[in-house]
């Protein structure tokens, strides 16, 4: 090949010996027909093995998104590909459109209103406590203790 190699990856030499037949050097086009056929069909795969209702678990599908980001960013590092790039970062919202758009997000909520109240009134009453024992102390000049 007339190109090198970014590393020593088990799957670095068939990429790039991929992309040398197909394009005669590192593309973008060859980059985007490895994410397809080789990260994107893979994590389209493993989704479909699971329940639809199980996609919005994160447990379920944390494993199959860290291979498919592993898998991008092998593949990239291999071609010498800057990593993240558009179409990967596309790939991503692709991804998220297509797997994840029903899973509502859990915002943090505000705590209630009693909590809130204990904990803003409590350092509030406690001020005038210590400013009249730092004031008792002096005044009895006993800065001893």
Known sequence: MPFGCGNNAPMCETYCRVCYDLHKERTM???????????????????????????????????????????????????????PNPLVEQTFVNIHSDFFKNCSSEEPSDPPPVIVFALVITPICLIPVMVSLVVLKTKNGDGSS
């Open 29 to 83: 086009e060859c980059f985007a027909n490895l994410l397809e056929h080789v990260c994107l069909s893979g994590f389209r795969h493993a989704m479909a093995s699971l329940n639809n209702t199980n996609w919005c678990i994160w447990g379920n599908v944390s494993g199959y998104y860290s291979s498919f980001s592993y898998c991008t960013e092998e593949i990239s590092e291999c071609l010498l590909i800057p990593w």
